[in-house]
């Protein structure tokens, strides 16, 4: 079982709707990602927080906030979503650095409406 | 020069049988080639990896081939079992890069008993 858990499985939203993703991890890594994946696709990297700062942004639209509150938890909030934003979300993480394995969670499936 | 080529899209083969994903990557920087294994409705867990020192490692029935030269790596899945019907996802990064990871389209594996 992945040791990265996100919680919700599903969820759907309207488009006027604000949501947020949650996302924990316990082995002790300081990096975590937000990866979006749409049906029969190969997941795309979102955000990367090391050491719970900000580190790479992929030019996601703002409509997508990531936080990071503390080392092992990262949140993405959602708000004013499009229909295009209906996917698998992911969140993993690894130690610091490249060249490290990274773990993925189930992913959270969202659906705007 | 960011790419992953990855074929086939989409493979069958015989319970017993070899199965033989390939990738190709322009990028010569990139230093860490992971394969994930995805089952639907989950999230993408890691096969097995390889660096480019190195130019095969094997982990039970699966196996890494990589050739360095021709920017090419492989993964071998040998006597596949109908329960390796997944999609496969090879990717590449760079040491520098915080763990971004560049995937390739995926492989639909599909193992017929």
């Known amino acids: 079982d992945t040791e990265v858990t996100q919680t919700p499985k599903h969820l759907v939203m309207g488009m006027t709707n604000k949501k947020s993703l949650k996302c924990e991890q316990h082995m002790g890594h300081r990096a975590m990602y937000w990866y979006k994946q749409k049906a029969k696709k190969p997941p795309e990297l979102m955000f990367v927080?090391?050491?719970?700062?900000?580190?790479i942004n992929e030019s996601v639209p703002s409509r997508f906030s990531p936080e990071c509150p503390n080392s092992s938890l990262l949140n993405l909030h959602l708000h004013a979503l499009q229909p295009e934003d209906s996917a698998l979300y992911l969140c993993a993480s690894s130690q610091e650095g490249g060249g490290n394995t990274i773990y993925f969670g189930e992913g959270s499936w969202l659906t705007v409406v | 020069q960011q790419q992953v080529k990855q074929s086939p899209q989409s493979l069958i083969v015989q319970k017993g049988g070899i199965s033989i994903i390939n990738c190709a990557y322009e990028?010569?920087?990139?230093?860490?080639f992971p394969w994930y294994q995805q089952f639907p409705g989950k999230g993408p867990a890691l096969l097995i990896a390889?660096?480019?020192?190195?130019s095969e490692k094997k982990e039970g029935r699966f196996t890494i081939s990589f050739n360095k030269s021709a920017k090419q790596f492989s993964l071998h899945i040998m006597d596949s079992q109908p329960g390796d019907s997944a999609t496969y996802f090879c990717a590449a990064s760079k040491w520098n890069q915080g763990g971004k990871l560049i995937f390739g389209q995926g492989t639909e594996l599909s193992v017929k008993p």
């Open positions: 927080y090391s050491y719970e700062k900000l580190s």
């Open positions: 390889i660096r480019p020192d190195v």
């Open positions: 990028n010569t920087a990139f230093d860490y």
